[in-house]
């Protein structure tokens, strides 16, 4: 009797966009990675962000540590996320590689100006959400504007 199939851990197709394989290796990382992903993704994404960051680094007002990245991913989900669930629906796709191209594709159409890297750590978040609004319900609630040293939340602060 043959194993049964799982779709999860075909190859890929030699159509598929190489940000797809990003997109099943992101899937990969654990809630803190993808929020800390997000956070940089900010960054990075944003010409004037990463001006401003550059500026504060020069002054040694600004701290890049794992925590930062998290708090400022943490923020960043929390402002988008309700955008991104009152996007289109999208029927499941029943395979990875095709719900990363639905999520990607959900995520372009609902927050805009976003650059590559956002899209894909915002979309890696959509899809594994549970786990990663779990881990940020165990962090401590980040506030837009709080007195904290973090500089790179108050950078993201929408």
Do not use: K
């Amino acid at each position: 009797m043959s194993e049964p199939y799982d779709s999860r851990f075909t190859l890929p197709s030699i159509d598929d966009a190489p940000s797809t394989e990003s997109g099943v290796i992101l899937l990969g990382l654990d809630a803190e990675r993808l929020l800390a992903g997000v956070g940089l993704a900010r960054l990075a994404d944003e010409p004037a962000l990463v001006a401003l960051a550059v500026d504060q680094a020069r002054h040694e007002a600004l701290d890049l540590g794992l925590d930062a990245l998290v708090e400022a991913g943490i923020v960043r989900w929390r402002a988008v996320r309700p955008v991104i669930e009152a996007g289109p629906e999208m029927t499941a796709a029943g395979s990875l590689r095709r719900e990363w191209e639905h999520a990607t594709a959900r995520v372009t159409a609902t927050v805009t100006g976003l650059g590559p890297a956002s899209v894909a750590c915002l979309a890696a978040c959509w899809l594994r959400r549970d786990d990663v609004e779990e881990f940020a319900a165990r962090r401590r609630a980040p506030e837009n504007g709080s007195d904290t040293q973090n500089v790179l939340s108050r950078v993201f602060a929408d």
